[in-house]
């Protein structure tokens, strides 16, 4: 993209990190940010954390594990969900987690949506998999899927109107969201 993403701009001249935090705080549940400490957020009614594991020399974090890894850590009780949105969407995450509190029907170890690719990065993770996740990251792992390989796992069907929202990784595919986005309101 040329930028981080969080700091991509939306037409009513907000980033798309204000836009999560914006649709986030509707959930009125305590709102987090991993931002490799870059300090992207300026909100301070959200809480910054560092990831799990360091960043490396360049900068570079460690992932979306670490971070989420991170997330659970701030969470006292064991067994709560963690509503994970990652910054290359523009799902709002009270839709998100609308969509997928309805698929929690045994107590899963990770809900998230699903069309024809996976998108675990808009999904609800159970904390009590805070050890495993250290575990697996202190391997060296990073993989998300790889992760979610052996844990018990429910998916909900990705609307068809939020495909272009729920990833992009390239100034066009930014566009196109942006579109969609408008044309749903």
Known sequence: MGSPK????????????????RHAKRLNVPVMVADNGKRLCHDTTVKIIDDYLPNQQNGKGAGALSAMASAMNQVMSPYHYLLVISCDSLVH???????????????????YLKAEKDYPLLGLYRTDLLIKLNDYLDKGQRAVMKFLADKKIQTA??????????????KNEFDLALNSLNEIG
């Open 6 to 21: 969080a700091l991509l701009s939306l037409p009513n001249g907000e980033t798309l990190l204000d836009f999560h935090i």
């Open 93 to 111: 995450a009270h839709q998100v987690f609308d969509k997928l509190r309805y698929a929690v029907t045994d107590n899963e170890a990770v809900i």
């Open 157 to 170: 069907a990705l609307p068809n109107e939020w495909i272009t929202l729920a990833n992009f990784n390239t």
